[in-house]
């Protein structure tokens, strides 16, 4: 379902979708806690208390260009932490494109961080080499999350993550390297959210009085913004990751920013005591 901010036209484009089998990233959020949740269900949880989560891209149209922010997993990767996640053959490119957004259509790739579910759909393997997904496209990395996984992909996962869809972009002359807080177009604004990985950015949207947040992975579910104190196992710093969730939930709660998720769909947050509430968009 595309959402609509200003002029500005928001797509995502799933490349899966999981119910359950969570407790590897969110391992506090049991079921009964989830349960004790009545707003998170149907949205971002079952009837049993199980999660769900998406990993998607977001494809955002303004009136001069078309931006895929994040891109997912990707086709033919190996040497993933995640068995399942190695060798997919997803139909990821074919949706796209049925979407109306070809790869040569778009004019940027942003990634909110270098994590290896947001940055697999930038190569594609062509005649054995990793090769740019988006041919026409300027990838924007931010400074700082480049700066660390250069410094810091010595374990073979992240190795892997690297050298098949990072430095291949890099190598191509394709990267543009950006500070956390850039004003990218005339209606996208980065916003510096670190924790979950140092350089990570989340994306403010403004067009004509509207606005849209697009978080990343400062949460990986709804249910973190209740327990703000959740951190992802994947977060480089748990104690900064819920510092910036308070900080970054209490600027947009009660306004009505439309607010989407890396892994989970559009709604508005609300205060609820000391913490929040997601209330899902309707319709």
Known sequence: MPWTVGRVRITPIAEMQTVGGTRFILPQAGPDDVQRLPWMIPHFANEAGRLKMT???????????RIVVDTCLGNDKQGRAVPVWNDLQTPYLEDMTAAGFPADSIDMVLCTHLHVDHVGWNTKLVDGRWVPTFPNAKYVFGAIEYAHWKAHSDRPEHAAVFNDSIQPIVHAGRAELVASDEQLTD?????PTPGHSPGHMSVLIRSDGEQALLTGDVAHNP????????????DSDPVQSAATRHDLFAR????????????????????????????????
């Open 187 to 191: 209606e996208i604004t980065l916003i």
């Open 223 to 234: 249910v973190q913004m209740a327990h703000l104190a959740w951190s992802s196992t994947a």
């Open 252 to 283: 947009f709660a009660d306004t009505p920013t439309l607010v989407i998720g890396g892994h989970f769909d559009a709604g508005h947050i609300r205060r609820d005591g000391e913490a929040f509430q997601f209330v899902a968009l309707q319709g």
């Open 55 to 65: 990993v998607q891209s977001l494809v955002l149209e303004t009136p001069a260009q």
